[in-house]
DNA sequence: GCCCTCCATGTAATCGATTACATCAGAGTA
DNA sequence: TACTCTGATGTAATCGATTACATGGAGGGC
């Protein structure tokens, strides 16, 4: 493969100069210019970039650590932190942590050792050894949709406290009274979150939450229909069952379909956090919408605004209720 | 950031000994061995990847493009790919091609300057005079899901053929005769195959296919929605819509209920590409479900035997028909 | 006691770019 | 003509690792 060195002897010129084309830099005749431009197409030359980030200690690229690409909220996020990370000239390396702790931490070291310019995390469970240090350190860090207790690094976030007052407003209205939350482990922020700003909002409704109506699960489909057929299987279940994320939604919809029950008619449903796909289902179901792909902008502009020196402040976005047909058919102020 | 010298002079011997003992050379005593990994330790050192592949000329990594992040079939392959190459040790760099050529070559260029020790792409569209002469460089390139036309790289696929005829006895067996089929554009190889695929599968099984019944969209769920319109609006509608991809199935589903009509007793559908959502709506949604997860495994597996020498042979996985309810509820032996 | 072998470790070149500093030609000025 | 200044280009050090080759000391055989 040609190296810059073949560029400048097959051009006649001097290795810098073929450097100071390939950087744009404005003292070089526009006649040496079109020469070296000649060379590097007759020899297909490719810049190395492993070499120009060693000489340069940037590398231009960006690691986001994912909880699960699988997971159409993550993809969408995923997708967005690309786009505005390209715009801006950089590349991103994608790590799937899988929701793991350990798996987290492998790409961690991984990505630091590819010395990327910058690390846009959604962290797993606990706070890591590695992560805590790198956070003391004053590592390019930014958390992304989740954030970690006691860890001081700029995260940019969904709120869903309003979106969620205005769900339980919505189900109150249309008659509901006993409301069940299967959500996330309270070892994740969104988890614990969610559930809190669910109880609060009962509380200010007046609602009573029986106990068992509050569960945790993992966030994924099985654990929702684990979970969804312990309620129905209580002496009085709820009339309505509130997931905590798309997965623990679709698990919740088997269990329901499997036992032949109607929605809204027997048990109503709606999930925290919309995917595409659920206004095609019939009932189409009622949903808290998370920005994600504005989540992976702002994430990206955070982390680009701490390498450039500026100050980087955590951004929190609000989530927004949309009412579908699940849980009834009452219009909504919303 | 601490570099190899310095954890040298911490530990008291040389930089080839710290460079043995980070490549695991036996030939470093016990002792020493335990002081490096001490001095390691106390200065945080994280080795420089980009030194190292700067040497060693290589980068365990792998570059993946794909159409788009967001559709789940591609999110699945994503997921197998990563897992895949992270066991062997490689890190994957994904590029969201968003379907467009251009967007695509931006990748490849990129990441041909990061030097990836090899590529994996699912082609967008035409072939590009870039990817041409990569392939005819002999670059380390294996195509995912897509092939091109006189292009000679080993390839990654799913074969529909046998699932598609099985699909066309089911309907056929179902009662179904005026059967449509939505696809993607006949410049994507899976968009061409599709189609050749349903028409041989319908002239095997006797049956008649209107002109009108076969439309070209560009597998996003937009046009499903507007070809299932006006596949709808002819004088003589179908009694089955067979959809190319998951988008499109979305969109179709969109249609139909949009006009009220009942699935499967109005119009069928059925869907080439399964998604985890398919069985959870209502009617489950008959679909032809591609090994995408084995698709991804594979890949990795091509283009690291071309990396290690071995003979990088092209695969051919079987799609499978997933009977649900979508189009009927007969049995059928599959 | 001498020499050879072997093993652990050290020295220094190298990968391909960037860039501070040096150089040199030509224009402008007195 | 001689001098200075400017602008284009060249020379060489550098980034942080790997690794071929050099070195030196211990141990064994005679």
Same mark, same amino acid.
């Not at 060693?54 to 159409?72: Q, S, V, Y």
């Not at 690309?82 to 987290?104: C, H, K, L, S």
């Not at 069940?180 to 994740?188: D, M």
């Given at each position: 493969?040609?190296?810059?060195? +073949?560029?400048?002897?097959?051009?006649?010129?001097?290795?810098?100069?073929?450097?100071?084309?390939?950087?744009?830099?404005?003292?070089?005749?526009?006649? =040496?210019? =079109?020469?070296?431009?000649?060379?590097?197409?007759?020899?297909?030359? /490719?810049?190395?970039?492993? @070499?120009?980030?060693?000489? =340069?200690?940037?590398?231009?690229?960006?690691?986001?650590?994912?909880?699960?690409?699988?997971?159409?909220?993550? @993809?969408?996020?995923?997708?967005?932190?690309?786009?505005?990370?390209?715009?801006?000239?950089?590349?991103?390396?994608?790590?799937?942590?899988?929701?793991?702790?350990?798996?987290?931490?492998?790409?961690?070291?991984?990505?630091?050792?590819?010395?990327?310019?910058?690390?846009?995390?959604?962290?797993?469970?606990? #706070?890591?050894?590695?992560?805590?240090?790198?956070?003391?350190?004053?590592?390019?860090?930014?958390?992304?949709?989740?954030?970690?207790?006691?860890?001081?690094?700029?995260?940019?976030?969904?709120?869903?406290?309003?979106?969620?007052?205005?769900?339980?407003?919505?189900?109150?209205?249309? *008659?509901?009274?006993?409301?069940?939350?299967?959500?996330?482990?309270?070892?994740?922020?969104?988890?614990?979150?969610?559930? *809190?700003?669910?109880?609060?909002?009962?509380?200010?409704?007046?609602?009573? #939450?029986?106990?068992?109506?509050?569960?945790?699960?993992?966030?994924?489909?099985?654990?929702?229909?684990?979970?969804?057929?312990?309620?129905?299987?209580?002496?009085?279940?709820?009339?309505?069952?509130?997931?905590?994320?798309?997965?623990?939604?679709?698990?919740?919809?088997?269990?329901?379909?499997?036992? *032949?029950?109607?929605?809204?008619?027997?048990?109503?449903?709606?999930?925290?956090? +919309?995917?595409?796909?659920?206004?095609?289902?019939?009932?189409?179901?009622?949903?808290?919408?998370?920005?994600?792909?504005?989540?992976?902008?702002?994430? /990206?502009?955070?982390?680009?605004?701490?390498?450039?020196?500026?100050?980087?402040?955590?951004?929190?976005?609000?989530?927004?209720? /949309? /009412?579908?047909?699940?849980? *009834?058919?009452?219009?909504?102020?919303?």
């Amino acid at each position: 493969m040609a190296r810059i060195k +073949d560029v400048a002897a097959h051009a006649g010129v001097s290795v810098a100069t073929v450097s100071r084309v390939l950087n744009d830099n404005p003292s070089v005749t526009e006649e =040496t210019r =079109t020469r070296v431009y000649a060379a590097m197409r007759e020899l297909s030359y /490719v810049p190395n970039a492993v @070499a120009r980030s060693l000489r =340069t200690e940037a590398t231009k690229t960006l690691g986001l650590i994912i909880g699960d690409i699988a997971n159409p909220f993550f @993809a969408e996020l995923a997708r967005a932190v690309e786009d505005t990370a390209r715009a801006a000239g950089y590349t991103v390396i994608i790590g799937n942590a899988d929701e793991r702790a350990e798996e987290q931490d492998h790409y961690v070291r991984t990505l630091l050792e590819q010395r990327v310019d910058g690390l846009l995390i959604c962290p797993t469970a606990e #706070v890591t050894p590695l992560v805590e240090e790198i956070a003391r350190a004053g590592g390019p860090l930014v958390f992304l949709d989740r954030t970690l207790p006691g860890v001081h690094v700029p995260s940019v976030r969904a709120d869903g406290t309003d979106a969620i007052r205005a769900l339980v407003a919505h189900l109150r209205q249309l *008659g509901h009274r006993r409301i069940a939350f299967i959500s996330g482990p309270a070892r994740l922020s969104t988890g614990r979150e969610r559930t *809190g700003a669910f109880l609060a909002a009962m509380a200010e409704h007046g609602l009573e #939450v029986h106990p068992e109506y509050v569960q945790a699960g993992d966030f994924r489909s099985g654990s929702g229909r684990a979970l969804t057929a312990r309620l129905l299987d209580l002496p009085e279940p709820p009339q309505v069952i509130f997931a905590g994320d798309n997965l623990m939604t679709l698990g919740a919809l088997d269990e329901i379909r499997a036992r *032949g029950l109607r929605i809204p008619g027997d048990v109503a449903l709606a999930s925290f956090d +919309d995917v595409p796909w659920f206004p095609h289902v019939d009932p189409a179901i009622t949903a808290i919408s998370q920005p994600a792909a504005e989540l992976g902008k702002r994430g /990206v502009r955070v982390i680009l605004d701490r390498l450039g020196g500026r100050p980087a402040e955590s951004v929190s976005l609000p989530a927004v209720l /949309v /009412v579908r047909q699940s849980c *009834g058919e009452g219009r909504d102020v919303s």
